[in-house]
Structures are given as structure tokens and as C-alpha cells.
């Protein structure tokens, strides 16, 4: 999907003033300096035809208090203001006082957007740049840069952030996936998210209400374009948009872009929604987010797992606890727990590993369970690699609601998009693929009818949830032992008194043991640590028993997955463990006893596994070429290669 237009001429703009603090500030700086005057100038150019009016009315006021705010917002046409006598342009009059006055200026923003910009401690680089005599030449650049928002777009201007933030982060060595998502791909979670029923109760509402949230907010591109979306569905909507964002640069970019929006700034909290939320009573209609990949939890695992231990099902994280070196999955049940019990819906991109990482009964496995269990997870669409800046893995969109249409329910949709990306004209880091409007308009086709008109499609997969889930059964065989006198076992003291019985064999344990206690009385351990010694495994041996039942042999134990019953999640927990009992049992005559014939199954170690495996639904077998081929092949390359060693006079 194509970019805005000049879009990357104000990017490459921002970037050819950055080589300006080339000397004063390091490379991994930059970005810090950059971005806040980059948002002042936005704020700026925003406020710029209502500046006279704002100031005519300062005038008329002794003090500002919260009324005063409120009548100055409504005069500036904004949720912030600025009662400075400065713009950009005039700054620039007073080149001896440009620090101080540069300093003012900010100071005469309205509180919500001081807040923002003191997120970025713009002071201190300003004193910086002002002893090194850069400030002047920086302060005429952006001064130059028309960022009206005739000029240049919402959607434009966070192309322009998010493009200078991969920039910078690369600079510094950052993650910028962390900050943001490519637009189409966001495009495209809205689309799922307000389809089908969403979409219509949307349409048809005279006046509707949604609520939208986002745990990992970044730039705030998700919240703006679910708005956006809805907005250009029915007007009149009035979307009510939440966000929370840990990194303080990027918190103040969303909020900024929130209020240029006329939206509420306290809507875009900052902190770790793990272990801060800054929500932790509400719930909303639509919960979507692009967590970042692969992110260790361990530095702030503490209040996580305390939650866990403590409130277990009643908090967010009572399903499970994945490995800390990924915490994708604390994201998805932080959002799960956000969805209304009337209805919501939760849209959330993640890499491959949440589908199959962890064992059988892991923390992972234990949270997908926990999904497909109340039947919350819709559908699942595999995107295009190369479709993220900071990274060429592959990636997923899942889709999850409580409030499943009835033909949907104990359905999975699985959507393979992976061959449907366009290669860009120029790259953009590691993003070097996107999705077509088309392309989107596709994917949401074949999701929307992967039921009826779609159901046909090799790209379309729509399985039972128990698919996915399978029994880790233990597969047991009998120990089959003769005790025999080696001369390594006898060499150390105290069971070097043995030695006489070197060479000897014997048929249990038991006969052993009678022979030792002849020679010499032992310890409990003692003998246990000789009978072991004296231990050698013979298939043609007797099977040792125990209390009447075959021992099992540890050297000889295999574990085997075994799928789920048709209709396990539905049953009740009798109801399932007899299944899973008549599964396994049926398992093991047809497919390891015919090979096997003493093997049994222990089913107090099974235990519960779900994973995900995307990719194997949609394998589709290649045979090899032909001999024949290959061969013919091979002889007119030597053909061709004769030709041309020939021509050589070779």
C-alpha cells in the first residue's frame, strides 16, 4: 500500500538536519533531539491560524486556571494551546535570546502538551545546542519544514515519525518494531476486527459507541486508524480510543498525535501495561496490539508472577506463565482480560514461536489451551515475511472474541497470506514487502467466506479447535534384567569383599542380594548401589516385577503425541478422561503394539499439549523430478560445457 506523498521528502528533510549535531551530540542522540523539535514544529504549524485569537484572549485573562484552559482550547480549535508571542518564524528575530526565548515558547504550551514535551527534557538539549552555536541554523531548518496539516496528513505524519524513529533506532542500536507497525498491516487488523457482525451492528447504528484499546500503543498508529476506520463506516461514531506506552519518546509522540486529533491526552497513558495498568477496571470493544517480539520479561518479572500466584484465574495471567525470554503471551491474556463479557473483539501480531513454543502442559501450551477452552480464538492469518522493518521473520495476525457468530463456533479460520506481498520499490530497513489495498480487500474475502464462497480456496483452512491439541501419553515396556559380577563393580571398597563372586550370574535381584548378604552385611544404600552395578539389560531375561506388576524400564520409555477426540473441548471432565483414556488405548493396538507387543501405557504421566503448527496445515507435497529428467538434464549441461571448453581450443 502505497505511502503518502511527500512523505519521504520531509523524512529525508528531518535527516539532512540531523547531520547538523554532527559534534556536539553522538550518533544514538540524534533521535532525542530530532523527534521533540519534530513534534514542536508539528504542534506549531497546527496552532498556526488561531495563534492571534489565542493570544487576543490570554490578554484578557490575570491567571490561567482550568476554566481559562478550557476557553483558550476552544479559541485555538485544539486540546492544547500556546500563549507565547512566539511562533517558529519569529523565533528566529532574536538570534542572542533564541535559547530563552526557544525555552518560553515551550514553556506557553497548555499543560497537556508541556507534559509531552517534557518527556523528552528538551532543555538540556538546547543549552547544548546553543554553546555550540548550532541552535540558530536547527531552528531555521525546521522553520522551513511546513508541516500544516493542509500540507501534510495525520496518516502522513506518522509515516514521518515512524520512519525517523527506525532511522534513529538503528543508529542507536534499538529495536524500532518496538515503536510501531507498518500501516498496511494495521490496515488490515482493522479489517478483520470490524468485520462481519462487528461490522454490521457498526453500519446500521444510528449512533454508535466503540471503545478501542491498545497495551503497547507505540506511536499510537493502531488507536488512530481503528478511529479512522470506524469513523469513515459511519460518521457518526463516536470512538472513545485508549492506549498505553512504555517508552517515554514514543508515549509522547502518541499523545501529541491524540491531541492534534482532538482527543482526550489522558486516553494515552505511560508505563508497562504488565505491571502498571493504567486501565485495570475497564474493558472495550475492540483490544488490538503489536507487542514486541521475543522481549525479555525477567527484569520485571516479580509483580507478573505475584499476580499469578496470588489471584490465579481472577487476574490476567492466571492461564500460565511462558518462558521469560518471550512475553507475547502475557500481552494477549493481559488483552483477553480487557474483553467486555457482553462482546469484544482482540486483534494482535505476533511472530511464529506463540503458536509452538513449550512442551505439553508448558506455560505456553497451558495458555493456548486456556483459548481454544473458551473457544476464543477466531482465526489466524499469516502474513508475508519482510513486512516489518526491523525484522524478516515470520509473522502472524491473530484474531480472538468472546462472542463467537454461531457457524464459528468451535472453528479455527486459517488464512495464508504468506504468498500475497509486494515487493516495494525501495526498502525501508528490513521491510521490503507490503500489502496492496487489493490485497487486503483479498484477505479479508477469504476470511470473512472461509464458510461458504471461499471455502474451496487452498489458502483457506477451517479446522475443529481440537486439531490443535494432542495427549503427551508415557509408552512403557517391561524391565527385563540378569545380574551378573563384573570386575569393575567390585573395585572399590566397601563392595571390593565381593570379589570372589566375579564372573557369577544370577536371575533376580533377589538371588543376588542372598548371596552377598553371605559374604558381607551392607547398608540399604549399599546394596541397592551393587545391585545396579551387578544390573545388565537382557531382552531374553525374565521381566522383574514389583509388588505383582512389571517393572517399567526407564532405558526403554518413549513418549508419543496422540490428537485429541473429535469434540474434547465440549466434554465434561469425566466425559474427557475416558476419552483421552479410549484414545490412547486404541493408539497403542493399532499403531506400537503390532511392533511392540509388551508395551503399555502409564496414563497417570499424560499429560495435555496445544500447539499451533501453521505452516504443516497448508504443506502441500512436491514429488522429486524424475531420474530420467535429471539425467537428460545433466548430459546437455556437459554438452553445452564441452562446447564451450572446445571454443576455448581446452
Known sequence: ??????????????????????????QHEYGQVMLPLLVLRRMDAVLVDTKPAVLAKAKTF??????????????????????????????????????????????????????????????????????????????????????????????AMGYIFEDLLRRFSEMSNETAGEHYTPREVIRLMVELLVGGEAHRELVESPLPVRTVYDPAAGTGGMLVMAMEHMLALNPNTEVKVHGQELNDET?????????????????????????????????????????????????????????????????????????????????????????????SRVGIVLSGSPLFSGAADSGESRIRQWILENDWLEGIVALPDQMFYNTGISTYVWILTNDKADADRGLVKLVDARAMGTKMRKSLGDKRKELTADAIAEIGRLYGGALDEAAGDARIKVLPREAFGFQRITVERPMRRRWEVAAEAVADAPLDVFASLVGQRFQTEKALLTEA????????????????????????????????QPEPDPDLRDAENVPLPDGWFSLDPDARETALRETAEAHLETEIRPYVPDAWIDHTKTKIGVEIPFTRQFYVYEPPRPVEEIAAEIRDLETQIQGWMKDLGL
Open 517 to 548: 548378604d553371605a559374604i558381607a552385611k551392607l547398608t540399604a544404600a549399599q546394596r541397592k548401589k551393587f545391585a545396579t552395578a551387578c544390573a545388565v539389560a537382557d531382552p531374553d531375561a525374565p521381566i522383574v516385577m514389583k509388588k505383582g
Open 62 to 155: 490575570e491567571t490561567i486556571a482550568a476554566p481559562q484552559a478550557m476557553m483558550l482550547k476552544k479559541v485555538a480549535e485544539q486540546r492544547f494551546y500556546n500563549i507565547s508571542r512566539f511562533t517558529f518564524t519569529s523565533l528566529l528575530s532574536d538570534d542572542k535570546a533564541l535559547a530563552e526565548n526557544l525555552s518560553n515558547y515551550i514553556r506557553g504550551l497548555s499543560n497537556d502538551a508541556y507534559v509531552v514535551m517534557e518527556a523528552y527534557n528538551l532543555d538540556d538539549k538546547i543549552a547544548r545546542m546553543d554553546r555550540a552555536g548550532i541552535l540558530y541554523r536547527v531552528l531555521a531548518d525546521f522553520a522551513d519544514l511546513d508541516l500544516r496539516p493542509s500540507v501534510v496528513s495525520n496518516e
Open 251 to 343: 508515549w509522547a509522540i502518541a499523545q501529541s498525535d491524540l491531541m492534534m486529533l482532538d482527543i482526550d491526552p489522558k486516553q494515552m497513558r505511560n508505563g508497562n501495561s504488565l505491571t502498571q495498568d493504567a486501565f485495570g477496571a475497564d474493558h472495550f470493544d475492540f483490544i488490538l496490539a503489536n507487542p514486541p517480539y521475543g522481549v525479555n520479561w525477567a527484569g520485571y518479572a516479580a509483580p507478573i508472577k505475584e499476580e499469578h500466584a496470588k489471584q490465579g484465574m481472577n487476574g490476567r495471567f492466571g492461564a500460565g506463565l511462558p518462558r521469560s525470554s518471550d512475553g507475547s503471551l502475557l500481552f494477549l491474556q493481559h488483552m483477553l482480560s480487557k474483553m467486555k463479557p457482553t462482546g
Open 1 to 26: 500500500m502505497a505511502s503518502p506523498q511527500g512523505f519521504e521528502d520531509k523524512v529525508a528533510f528531518v535527516w539532512k538536519v540531523a547531520d547538523t549535531l554532527r559534534g556536539t551530540f553522538r
